[in-house]
C-alpha cells in the first residue's frame, strides 16, 4: 500500500493551496481518508476526515471553515483544499486511510500513513 501526498510548498499568510493524494495497492473505496499534520515540537494533529463515499467529512476545530477535505473514487484520490492560510498551519501533513465503517479523529486507528508534504505559511 502507497499514500503518496504531493502539493506542499512554501506560501504566505492568506493564501490557499490544495494538497492530494494518492492511494495505491489498497481497494480505495473501502477505506475512509483522513488528514493529519505535525508542526516541530507538537504532537501530531487531527485536520480532516471523509468517509468511503465521500458524503461525509469532519474537520479540526484549527481549520474549520478554512479547510475542505474531499476525494475523488475514480481516481483514488483524497484532496485537502486549504484557504487563509495562517502561519500556525505549517507543518508536515499526513494522509491516512482507515478501513471500516467509519472514519475518526483518533490517529492510532488508521491502517496506513503518507509520507507527509511539507507546508510552510510565512507570515
Known amino acids: 500500500v502507497q499514500l503518496q501526498a504531493s502539493g506542499g510548498g512554501l506560501l504566505q499568510t492568506g493564501g490557499s493551496t490544495t494538497l492530494s493524494c494518492a492511494a495505491s495497492?489498497?481497494?480505495?473505496?473501502?477505506?475512509?481518508m483522513a488528514w493529519f499534520r505535525e508542526a516541530p515540537g507538537r504532537e501530531r494533529e487531527f485536520v480532516a476526515a471523509?468517509?468511503?463515499?465521500?458524503?461525509?467529512?469532519i474537520s479540526g476545530n484549527s481549520v474549520k471553515g478554512r479547510f475542505t477535505i474531499s476525494r475523488d473514487n475514480a481516481q483514488n484520490t483524497v484532496y485537502l483544499e486549504m484557504n487563509s492560510l495562517r502561519p500556525e498551519d505549517t507543518a508536515v501533513y499526513y494522509c491516512?486511510?482507515?478501513?471500516?465503517?467509519?472514519?475518526?479523529?483518533?490517529?492510532?486507528?488508521?491502517?496506513?500513513w503518507g509520507q507527509g508534504t511539507q507546508v510552510t505559511v510565512s507570515s
Open positions: 495497492g489498497l481497494t480505495f473505496i473501502d477505506y475512509n
Open positions: 471523509v468517509s468511503r463515499s465521500g458524503k461525509l467529512s
Open positions: 491516512a486511510a482507515k478501513s471500516g465503517s467509519f472514519y475518526s479523529r483518533t490517529e492510532n486507528v488508521y491502517d496506513y
